[in-house]
């Protein structure tokens, strides 16, 4: 027995040697093949292919066959290649050196078919294989420019090789318009400094007969727009007489991409029967401003547009997309009911209503979804946690989250996004427990990690996180984040380190220190900064209502009204953000006592037309979310929620006349009073339901678009519940001893 084992491994001892000196002898055969090649001698390379040939051709290594191949190329000998070829064709899908030499044989010898055959067929191409094909092109065998063409879509810049192409048409001497027409394409893929400087030198060298050739001209307008050169674009296209569509196109997509959709508008406005490409542009453009007019717009525009028109399915999206950005979900919500049903449509749809803060409708289609049978992806996940996020209920995170599948949540976008929804729904916990999950945290995570902390009131958190952040990494949203949360923490020395040692402050982080200045009571501080800013800037709104609300927070009616003056001044078409701060002003002097004056200006903006912000609140009560407006009577129950909010109207008048509790900083203001406590605030009624549907509830948690802080201190005390509530800048846990995290600094 032994004796067998030991012959069996001899044997098989005996047989690798012989394999091993076969491989050997197989790879020194290629070696000299490749001597003979680089001498030129490629006869005599295949006169030694020729005492080999009865070997198994597979037992040849990649460096043989490439060298066999190269001689046939260059001996033009095309039979043997292609019998060498029909042997080893299985073995080109695992070795790009022998495909490219196979190609390189057929382009030599006028085979172009067979060579963009194989070319096409490859699924890995190579610089090996692209080199092959294009110096194929360039050789005297074979010059057809068509092929050129097509391989230069198909090749270099299909393949985001862009710069491969400008390196050909540097050693091209007299290019023709198709490849001036190429060059610009390429470049415009490419949108550097480099490409933009190719582009200028081009279009000052070409024959004036080029800029006939509208088609030229419209590539050159791309090519400027792509590499942001829009002055010369527009100076381009002012020149041209005869305007296709196409070059109105290509302006309108280049202001698109620049962020000047108005001049986009305007060019639209001056064509008379725009296309199906152009009114396409014009709802993106639309989309892009996002304002009341292009809203107008838009409905104008899709209502006289061809009937036929609207079967384009991209027409569609834009307008949709168009639709949601101008904040008019409901017609929005129409249209995609008349559009086919898929993961991308739904998917538009959700981010559509997440953009305009309609969170319940995106979890009400991802359970459309289901009972559609379609199943969701990335993209539609990180929805439905937006969704969550801005809904910012513990339960409903809790039964959604865990139905995601695994393999989503190694994914580092739905961390960063599970992370930010921890964040706001109150559980920083949680978004550490998934940070500290995240292999190679990126900025988005750091950033999301460090705002969890200071929606919290956890600025010192967030300030040790900031520091953890790799300077690469550190971009205006992670400032922002730590700015912010200095500024709700009170930590002014900390957030003046920070400011003051950022290079770059942009617009953002100018406005977000004036906020964490303004709340500290620091104007003279705060208003440094804005001279400072406005040296160099035009001034900015969001700034002035910073101090505003820093006014109004310590009730300096006097201040408010001299930042309110002042506001006017510059910003005398900014409607809506001035009605902001003028409401900001009423209440400043409705605290401070001076009622007259808080019901002059309230009259005035009645009059005016203007309206206030809709209060609106979202609260998860048995597992179902509930969305409450300002005065809402649309609950089923109603009659039972103003009856709960009379109750605890009543509990907050006798506790405040019985009570001089120390954590009641001050009196309720006049938007606090008692009869309007629960009489028609969105976030009272949310708080009345919970008290309704479970009376000895022991945990509230709500989040709504507006702040009202005192009553709900006041509410938690009573009921000794505790009451979660994330308002438009921070989440206050108001817990029954009376206490708030924000430690009344908000």
């Excluded at 001056?270 to 717009?297: H, R, V, Y």
């Excluded at 249209?335 to 953009?355: D, E, P, R, T």
């Excluded at 040790?464 to 930590?491: D, F, K, W």
Aim: aromatic share 8%; glycine share 4%; proline share 2%.
């Amino acid at each position: 027995m032994i004796t067998k084992i030991l012959n069996y491994r001899l044997t098989s001892m005996i047989v690798f040697v012989n394999r091993s000196i076969i491989i050997k002898s197989k790879f020194d055969l290629g070696i000299q093949m490749k001597q003979m090649n680089d001498n030129k001698q490629y006869e005599k390379t295949l006169k030694l292919f020729d005492q080999h040939k009865n070997t198994n051709i597979d037992m040849f290594s990649s460096l043989t066959i490439t060298q066999i191949l190269k001689a046939c190329a260059h001996l033009g000998d095309l039979q043997r290649g292609l019998m060498i070829y029909s042997l080893i064709s299985s073995r080109m899908k695992d070795d790009s050196y022998i495909s490219a030499s196979s190609i390189h044989l057929f382009m030599e010898c006028g085979d172009v078919a067979s060579a963009q055959s194989l070319f096409d067929k490859t699924t890995k191409k190579t610089f090996g294989i692209y080199g092959a094909m294009m110096k194929g092109f360039n050789s005297s065998t074979y010059k057809s420019l068509s092929n050129r063409i097509k391989f230069f879509f198909k090749g270099y810049i299909k393949n985001k090789m862009a710069f491969r192409a400008i390196d050909l048409f540097k050693e091209i001497k007299n290019p023709n318009e198709i490849i001036i027409n190429l060059l610009l394409f390429a470049c415009a893929n490419l949108r550097t400094e480099e490409a933009l400087n190719l582009i200028k030198k081009v279009s000052t060298t070409i024959p004036k007969s080029y800029y006939l050739n509208s088609y030229l001209i419209t590539s050159l307008l791309d090519a400027f727009m792509k590499c942001k050169d829009v002055e010369n674009a527009q100076l381009l296209f002012d020149k041209t007489k005869n305007k296709p569509l196409p070059m109105y196109g290509a302006m309108m997509k280049g202001y698109i991409e620049n962020n000047l959709s108005h001049k986009a508008i305007d060019l639209f406005n001056q064509i008379k029967s725009p296309d199906e490409i152009i009114i396409n542009l014009l709802f993106n453009a639309c989309a892009q401003l996002g304002t009341e007019e292009a809203l107008n717009l838009t409905k104008k525009v899709s209502k006289e547009i061809p009937k036929s028109f609207h079967l384009n399915f991209r027409i569609l999206t834009s307008l949709f997309d168009a639709l949601i950005k101008c904040q008019d979900c409901s017609n929005a919500e129409i249209l995609y009911s008349k559009m086919n049903k898929s993961v991308i449509s739904y998917g538009n749809l959700m981010n559509g209503f997440n953009y305009g803060k309609n969170p319940l409708k995106t979890l009400s289609l991802f359970n459309q979804m289901k009972l559609d049978h379609i199943e969701a992806d990335l993209i539609i996940y990180l929805c439905v946690i937006k969704a969550l996020s801005q809904i910012g209920d513990n339960s409903m995170c809790e039964s959604i989250i865990e139905k995601i599948p695994k393999s989503f949540l190694l994914d580092r976008q739905i961390q960063n996004s599970l992370v930010d929804m921890w964040g706001k729904t109150g559980y920083v916990d949680r978004a550490k427990e998934i940070f500290d999950t995240i292999l190679s945290p990126d900025e988005i995570s750091y950033a999301a990690m460090t705002n969890s902390y200071g929606l919290n009131g956890m600025g010192i958190q967030a300030i040790e996180m900031y520091h953890r952040v790799p300077s690469q990494l550190i971009n205006e949203i992670t400032n922002i984040c730590v700015l912010n949360a200095c500024s709700h923490s009170g930590l002014v020395d900390e957030a003046r380190s920070v400011f003051n040692n950022i290079q770059q402050k942009t617009e953002r982080i100018y406005t977000t220190m004036i906020d964490c200045l303004s709340r500290a009571s620091l104007f003279e501080e705060a208003q440094k900064l804005i001279d400072q800013y406005e040296q160099n800037h035009s001034p900015v709104l969001t700034m002035y209502m910073s101090l505003l609300s820093g006014a109004r927070n310590v009730t300096n009616s006097c201040l408010s009204q001299k930042v309110y003056d002042r506001m006017k001044k510059p910003f005398p078409d900014m409607k809506d953000p001035l009605i902001s701060a003028a409401i900001l002003l009423a209440n400043v002097y409705a605290s401070s006592g001076d009622i007259d004056k808080a019901s002059d200006i309230r009259i005035h903006l009645h009059k005016s037309g203007a309206r206030k912000k809709i209060g609106l609140s979202w609260t998860s009560v048995n597992g179902q979310i509930f969305e409450f407006r300002a005065h809402d009577q649309s609950h089923p129950r109603s009659n039972e929620i103003y009856e709960e909010g009379e109750k605890i109207s009543k509990e907050l008048f006798e506790h405040g006349h019985q009570h001089d509790s120390s954590w009641i900083t001050r009196p309720l203001n006049q938007d606090e009073t008692v009869a309007s406590v629960l009489c028609g605030h969105s976030e009272r009624l949310a708080i009345a339901w919970n008290f309704v549907a479970n009376p000895n509830t022991s945990k509230i948690q709500i989040t709504k678009n507006l702040r009202v802080y005192r009553a709900t201190k006041l509410i938690a005390a009573i009921r000794q519940c505790e009451i979660i509530v994330r308002d438009a800048n921070r989440i206050h846990h108001f817990l029954p001893n009376g206490q708030c995290s924000c430690n009344d600094y908000f």
